[in-house]
T-cell receptor, first 115, second 115 residues
């Protein structure tokens, strides 16, 4: 039984470059979430998918951010024209929705550093 | 909007002793769930314990238990017989019941366990 996996674990990029992160959820989970965690803070919700549909996006998710979950399996989070303020840990979580009682299980995160 | 407050940025405990981490939250909802997550240094966030708001009985998981005071909107975590492996950042989190998806986290409490 594998957990949520994320790749890469670390990414260093220069300001203005595009980056893409991948999340592989627990296999039977139909919901997938993205959060962002900055130093000294708790994670903040960015967006979530139920199967392949993106159902909610936070106002934190600017137009430079896009997320996809083709075929309801893995998900990608792309940041275009990165800024130094995008430096953070990007966490993915997944859950199995059962009457609203699902529990989210987190991956190890991708730490992004924008120089 | 729901908010979660952890008033203790740092706590320390001697190995084998008991420590209590505090959390308060603000919501107008009656159906919700509360969680404690543990995030060890450079490792992924894992679920420690979960409490359904409609349950009066406090949740327990081995050495971990909660004191859920619904009227006071308080949700503290007690760790008994503390072990070195308990050292981590602990986050309190809230999610609205039903089909909600968004976890709201506190800022965390850094727990140090002294040998």
């Amino acid at each position: 039984d594998t957990g949520v996996s994320q790749n890469p674990r670390h990414k260093i990029t220069k300001r203005g470059q595009n980056v893409t992160f991948r999340c592989d959820p627990i296999s039977e989970h139909n919901r997938l979430y993205w959060y962002r965690q900055t130093l000294g803070q708790g994670p903040e919700f960015l967006t979530y998918f139920q199967n392949e549909a993106q159902l909610e996006k936070s106002r934190l998710l600017s137009d430079r951010f896009s997320a996809e979950r083709p075929k309801g399996s893995f998900s990608t989070l792309e940041i275009q024209r990165t800024e130094q303020g995008d430096s953070a840990m990007y966490l993915c979580a997944s859950s199995l929705s059962v009457s609203g009682k699902d529990t989210q299980y987190f991956g190890p995160g991708t730490r992004l550093t924008v120089l | 909007a729901q908010t979660v407050t952890q008033s203790q940025p740092e706590m320390s405990v001697q190995e084998a002793e008991t420590v209590t981490l505090s959390c308060t939250y603000d919501t107008s909802e009656s159906d919700y769930y509360l969680f404690w997550y543990k995030q060890p240094p450079s490792r992924q966030m894992i679920l420690v314990i979960r409490q359904e708001a409609y349950k009066q009985q406090n949740a327990t998981e081995n050495r971990f238990s909660v004191n859920f005071q619904k009227a006071a909107k308080s949700f503290s975590l007690k760790i008994s017989d503390s072990q070195l492996g308990d050292a981590a950042m602990y986050f309190c989190a809230y999610i609205r019941g039903g089909s909600n998806y968004k976890l709201t986290f506190g800022k965390g409490t850094l727990l140090t366990v002294n040998p």
